[in-house]
């Protein structure tokens, strides 16, 4: 069965950091492009940092570039999402995908497998 699970979310000042975890079962997880992706309450889900499978190409929505880092653990099969400076506008439910098909990109329609989110709550 396949399933993403996140973890690490959680309640932190602005200029603060937080490092979520998105760890895969029932396959492997560095065969596929993982993107994060998060969602404010009214607003549409948007692509945060997103990475390839084949040479760890990484892209980052501007909002984040500079402050976020996505990485790899391959021995724990798990993709991990380094967030430094957090700012109030950050607050969303974070959510990790996979896609089968996309090489790396931002977009969530080129993902097909979703895990249920993490909240992130970045007070000012």
């Known amino acids: 069965q396949v399933q993403l699970v996140e973890s690490g979310g959680g309640l932190v000042q602005a200029g603060g950091s937080l490092r979520l975890s998105c760890t895969a079962s029932?396959?492997?997880?560095?065969?596929?492009?993982t993107g994060w992706f998060r969602q404010a309450p009214g607003k549409e889900r948007e692509g945060v940092a997103s990475?390839?499978?084949?040479?760890?190409?990484?892209e980052y929505a501007d909002s984040v570039k500079g402050r976020f880092t996505i990485s790899r653990d391959n021995a724990r099969n798990t993709v991990y999402l380094q967030m430094n400076s957090l700012k109030p506008e950050d607050t969303a439910v974070y959510y990790c995908?996979?896609?089968?098909?996309?090489?790396?990109?931002?977009?969530?329609?080129?993902?097909?497998?979703w895990g249920q989110g993490t909240q992130v709550t970045v007070s000012s």
């Open positions: 029932g396959f492997t997880l560095n065969y596929y492009a």
């Open positions: 990475i390839s499978s084949s040479d760890d190409t990484t």
């Open positions: 995908a996979i896609g089968t098909t996309v090489v790396v990109g931002l977009d969530s329609h080129w993902y097909d497998y």
